[in-house]
């Protein structure tokens, strides 16, 4: 039988913001107590079935499962306090190692990405702090237990993964053509210093899901959220376009790779009616 090992990705958990992953409960440092809202239940229940479809998988294809978590995975967003559950770091973490724990279930080992200094503070301090209480693995030349970057050689496929890519789009018409620029991008970027180009690239941040296709090389994707739309969001227009939630899932064997994405479209907001 042949070996397989699942590689799931997902990013921007934003898990501390009020509109980000949330347990049903959660009790703060001094016996506070915060429930999510209804939003954030339905995106907890995402949450589950996408770690329990994960584990199903996993027992289907007697695999390993990787995890990597591809950055903002917690949120104290310096910028926007108001709404954050908690600005005590303790909390977050606290709040940070729960939300993973569904995840950590079921894979076998796991990666943290560092996102924006915005959200996890500086030199990813949050994320770096969660990698170590929660066991990830650690980058062997930083000593570090986060990683800015991520590259991965899984049974002959080259994988990278990064928070930030180098462009993007948010437009209808605008987002294919960023992922293949990304692809250009690295691709460029790797051939002018010598470096493998890998064959696949995915990367965080964008709060969109996105594939370049198979005529790219390296194939580039950006992950879905886990955070519903912030204050920040609806300033840039978004409302009725509320981004779908999910992961990617890359089952890779000696033959090479395959991939699913797993997206949780939210139902579609009734009018007020006037009666």
């Not at 329990?52 to 591809?70: H, M």
């Not at 993973?100 to 996102?115: S, Y």
């Not at 991520?150 to 948010?170: D, I």
């Not at 939630?245 to 000696?254: A, D, H, N, R, Y």
Request: glycine share 10%; net charge negative; hydrophobic share 40%.
């Amino acid at each position: 039988m042949k070996k397989v090992k699942l590689i799931v990705t997902s990013g921007d958990q934003h898990a501390n913001s009020l509109v980000g992953l949330c347990p049903p409960e959660y009790e703060r440092e001094g016996g506070g107590v915060t429930k999510p809202s209804p939003a954030q239940v339905r995106s907890w229940n995402n949450w589950l079935d996408f770690w329990g479809n994960v584990g199903n998988t996993k027992a289907s294809l007697d695999a390993e499962v990787i995890a990597v978590f591809l950055g903002d995975l917690v949120d104290k967003n310096y910028r926007n306090p108001a709404g954050l559950i908690s600005v005590h770091d303790p909390d977050i973490i606290e709040l940070g190692l729960k939300v993973i724990q569904p995840a950590l279930e079921v894979c076998d080992r796991h990666f943290i990405i560092r996102g924006t200094a915005a959200h996890t503070g500086g030199l990813g301090a949050l994320e770096e702090l969660i990698a170590r209480e929660s066991g990830a693995v650690p980058d062997p030349e930083t000593g570090a237990h986060s990683w800015w970057w991520l590259p991965l050689l899984v049974y002959g496929t080259r994988f990278s993964f990064r928070h930030h890519p180098h462009t993007k789009g948010f437009r209808p018409w605008t987002q294919q053509p960023a992922l293949a620029r990304e692809s250009a991008i690295v691709m460029f970027e790797c051939a002018k210093r010598g470096y493998t180009i890998p064959d696949v690239s995915v990367f965080a941040h964008v709060h969109h899901y996105g594939d370049s296709g198979d005529a790219t090389h390296p194939r580039v994707f950006f992950t879905p959220p886990w955070q519903w739309t912030s204050d920040f969001g609806f300033r840039l227009g978004v409302a009725e376009d509320v981004e779908p939630l999910g992961g990617i899932l890359f089952t890779v064997t000696e033959d090479g790779w395959t991939f699913r994405a797993r997206r949780y479209f939210p139902k579609e907001r009734d009018p007020w009616k006037i009666q």
